[in-house]
């Protein structure tokens, strides 16, 4: 039989009060990186949101200067219209630069819109580049073109 009659003897106080500071620290610790986490996941969650912002307000601009200046096709003749082809062609390169630099920050397959809308659109200017040079009827290829930079352009319209 035990000398003891409960079992093991009891700890000494000091030393657990000096378990009960470590754990006491190690809690401590504990909530300051919790809190540290919070705070720096706060401000790339705000980051994200403004880049994302700036992006969809910029494409949505340069989406809109190309179905302006696009609509301007048709009654423009001469030398105003390769003007006007090459500032269409600007804001569509301009808008396929934003949704590349979207993928690149968000990860491939998340652009901002389809890019086959604006490789559409590439096409058909290079279409109608190429017309006007061979001295083709362009009327029917800058309806295309405007067709599709308008369908681009209601693409664009429903991004947030």
């Known amino acids: 039989m035990s ?17 009960q500071t470590i754990l006491l620290l190690i809690l401590l610790a504990l909530v300051i990186v919790c809190v540290g986490l919070a705070i720096v996941y706060s401000s790339a969650s705000r980051a994200n949101n403004n880049t994302h ?49 979207a993928a690149k920050i968000y990860g491939l ?9 604006i490789t ?5 200017l290079d279409r109608c580049e190429n017309d006007m040079q061979t001295g083709a009827v362009v009327t029917g290829t800058f309806s295309q073109l405007s067709e599709a930079i308008d369908l681009l352009f209601s693409q664009v319209s429903m991004l947030e």
Do not use: F, W
């Open 3 to 19: 000398m003891y009659r409960y079992g093991q003897p009891s700890r000494s106080a000091s030393a657990t009060k000096t378990q």
């Open 53 to 101: 912002a700036v992006l969809v307000s910029q494409i949505k601009i340069e989406v809109n200067a190309a179905r302006t200046r696009a609509g301007q096709l048709l009654p423009t003749g001469g030398s105003s219209l390769v003007s006007v082809m090459a500032t269409v062609r600007q804001h569509i390169h301009a808008t396929r630069t934003i949704n590349e630099m």
């Open 109 to 117: 397959g998340n652009e901002l819109v389809n890019t086959t809308l």
């Open 120 to 124: 559409n659109c590439i096409e058909l």
